[in-house]
């Protein structure tokens, strides 16, 4: 497998992100090999339910089928979005690789041009396609901080059947993921890009995640190249602290880790996360600050204090709920 003419294979989902995602990495990964990389497309559980995710257990769906083509040996490796996968990673994957990540942010694609103020002040009341419980929560807890109060209708599909909701009428607005427009050449639909002090991203979301099997340490350590270390150690503590407060892809739980920079010298890495009711009544919203960790244990620490200052503020009792 080391010779430069054997075709790497790529295992991708067939959706039109995941063929964007994977062709990306190719590109990637066959500059830094010189090996041709060959896309092999495998079918999830996710792509074919109709059923809502939430109902189908959340966590991982789209990955599974996946990781079974890998430990079987039917693909080399894996691209995922970051945020799809479970904080529990199997000993016999390896994380090869997370590269730079992309703009963490949600997006509002809105009828008119609109912001969320102007759609929330509107004299009917907004109708806003989104069925992750993380975004209803917290666009209904911005809604009332302005006194108004705004509709929030499950929609799933991918992201040209959500963009479409908007297009033919059917719905005032989407949130989306920045990372995912960029991605397929839509993010100038954008109406407005939610700030994360109103709006925090999903653990994870905008990161890549390149997977392979721990057997295949040639190939992990080839990958490895790609992997960017401040995305790392952010989407790690990210992670860290989903996982700490026992919660899954589905649950309405935000976190961000950015660096705080004095001048153009890296300082501190900050942590936010954020957990509330669908409803938006009540938010669990706390911030740290910590020295940039210097190894996964630390960001693994820094996502386990905030988690603890969450439960301590009464955070579990907010996670019960599941999204329809
Ligand atoms: N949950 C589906 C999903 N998984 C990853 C992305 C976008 C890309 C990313 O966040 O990396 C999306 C779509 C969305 O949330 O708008």
């Given at each position: 497998?080391?010779?430069?003419t054997?075709p790497l294979?790529?295992?991708?989902?067939?959706?039109?992100?995941?063929?964007?995602?994977?062709?990306?990495?190719?590109?990637?990964?066959?500059?830094?090999?010189?090996?041709?990389?060959?896309?092999?497309?495998?079918?999830?559980?996710?792509?074919?339910s109709?059923?809502?995710?939430?109902?189908?257990?959340?966590?991982?769906?789209?990955?599974s089928?996946?990781r079974?083509?890998l430990?079987?040996?039917?693909?080399?490796?894996?691209?995922?979005?970051?945020?799809?996968?479970?904080?529990?990673?199997?000993?016999?994957?390896?994380l090869?690789?997370?590269?730079?990540?992309?703009d963490p942010?949600?997006?509002?694609?809105?009828?008119?041009?609109?912001?969320?103020?102007?759609?929330?002040?509107?004299?009917?009341?907004?109708?806003?396609?989104?069925?992750?419980?993380?975004?209803?929560?917290?666009?209904?807890?911005?809604?009332?901080?302005?006194?108004?109060?705004i509709?929030t209708?499950?929609?799933?599909?991918?992201?040209?059947?959500?963009?479409?909701?908007?297009?033919?009428?059917?719905?005032?607005?989407?949130?989306?993921?920045?990372?995912?427009?960029?991605?397929?050449?839509r993010i100038?639909?954008?109406?407005?890009?939610?700030?994360?002090?109103?709006?925090l991203?999903?653990?994870?979301?905008?990161?890549?995640?390149?997977?392979?099997?721990v057997?295949?340490?040639?190939?992990?350590?080839?990958?490895?190249?790609?992997d960017?270390?401040?995305?790392?150690?952010?989407?790690?503590?990210?992670?860290?602290?989903?996982?700490?407060?026992?919660?899954?892809c589905?649950?309405?739980?935000?976190?961000?880790?950015?660096?705080?920079?004095?001048?153009?010298?890296?300082?501190?890495?900050?942590?936010?996360?954020?957990?509330?009711?669908?409803?938006?009544?009540?938010?669990?919203?706390?911030?740290?600050?910590?020295?940039v960790?210097?190894?996964?244990?630390?960001?693994?620490?820094?996502?386990?204090?905030?988690?603890?200052?969450?439960?301590?503020?009464?955070?579990?009792?907010?996670m019960?709920?599941?999204?329809?």
């Amino acid at each position: 497998m080391n010779d430069t003419t054997t075709p790497l294979r790529l295992g991708t989902r067939r959706s039109k992100l995941a063929m964007a995602q994977s062709g990306q990495v190719a590109e990637a990964v066959q500059q830094l090999t010189g090996r041709p990389v060959e896309l092999v497309e495998i079918t999830t559980y996710g792509d074919v339910s109709r059923e809502h995710l939430a109902q189908i257990g959340g966590t991982g769906v789209f990955v599974s089928a996946l990781r079974d083509a890998l430990l079987a040996d039917e693909i080399d490796f894996a691209v995922h979005s970051l945020k799809d996968l479970p904080t529990q990673q199997p000993d016999d994957l390896a994380l090869a690789a997370i590269p730079a990540r992309e703009d963490p942010r949600d997006v509002l694609v809105a009828r008119d041009g609109l912001t969320f103020e102007e759609l929330a002040a509107s004299s009917t009341v907004a109708r806003i396609g989104t069925g992750s419980p993380r975004r209803m929560a917290q666009l209904n807890a911005w809604a009332r901080t302005l006194g108004r109060r705004i509709e929030t209708v499950p929609i799933r599909g991918n992201i040209d059947t959500r963009l479409g909701y908007v297009a033919k009428g059917e719905l005032d607005a989407v949130v989306l993921a920045a990372a995912g427009l960029t991605r397929l050449g839509r993010i100038g639909e954008v109406t407005e890009f939610l700030e994360t002090d109103a709006v925090l991203p999903a653990p994870g979301q905008g990161a890549l995640a390149i997977e392979c099997a721990v057997t295949n340490a040639p190939l992990a350590a080839t990958l490895a190249e790609l992997d960017d270390p401040y995305t790392r150690a952010a989407v790690t503590a990210e992670r860290s602290l989903l996982a700490a407060l026992e919660a899954g892809c589905s649950a309405p739980v935000g976190a961000l880790a950015d660096l705080l920079a004095v001048g153009q010298v890296v300082t501190e890495m900050r942590l936010r996360g954020v957990v509330g009711t669908t409803d938006g009544s009540t938010l669990v919203q706390l911030s740290t600050t910590g020295p940039v960790p210097a190894s996964s244990e630390e960001a693994v620490a820094l996502g386990q204090l905030l988690a603890a200052e969450m439960l301590d503020k009464g955070a579990a009792g907010l996670m019960g709920e599941r999204a329809l």
